[in-house]
């Protein structure tokens, strides 16, 4: 399994978040590009930013938009009827860096879903 990490792409009409959970980042970028392209959806990818914090580890959580990502964050390792975690990690605080080698695999994946 590749290293635990969240990936933050920014396509031309919203921010979408992507991580290593039971399938590696780009297995779950690529089905989110294959539904949109299967929605007739224009995608124009703008930049791939990763972080070496880790994916939501709860849930199985394919991908996110980036606006709630934070609820996300905030429901980590609860239950349906549980509230929310008391201390749960901060977006906010989580540091994004432009990673050129996912960027190109970003690129080539939507490349061949065209």
């Known amino acids: 399994m590749a290293a ?4 933050r792409v920014t396509f031309s009409d919203c921010v979408m978040m992507f991580g290593n959970s039971y ?3 780009e297995m ?3 089905e989110y590009i294959w539904m949109r392209k299967n929605n007739d959806s224009p995608v124009e ?3 791939v930013e990763t972080s070496q914090s880790k994916w939501v580890s709860w849930g199985g959580l394919k991908w996110c938009p980036e606006e709630r990502f934070q609820q996300q964050l905030n429901r980590e390792g609860c239950q349906d009827s549980e ?3 008391p201390k749960p990690r901060s977006y906010s605080k989580m540091n994004f860096a432009h990673d050129s080698r ?3 695999k970003a690129e080539e994946l ?5």
């Open 23 to 25: 399938k590696p980042w």
């Open 4 to 7: 635990n990490k969240t990936v």
């Open 102 to 104: 996912a960027f190109k």
């Open 45 to 47: 990818l703008v930049s």
């Open 83 to 85: 509230p929310d975690n």
């Open 28 to 30: 779950q970028y690529d």
């Open 110 to 114: 939507l490349n061949r879903a065209s």
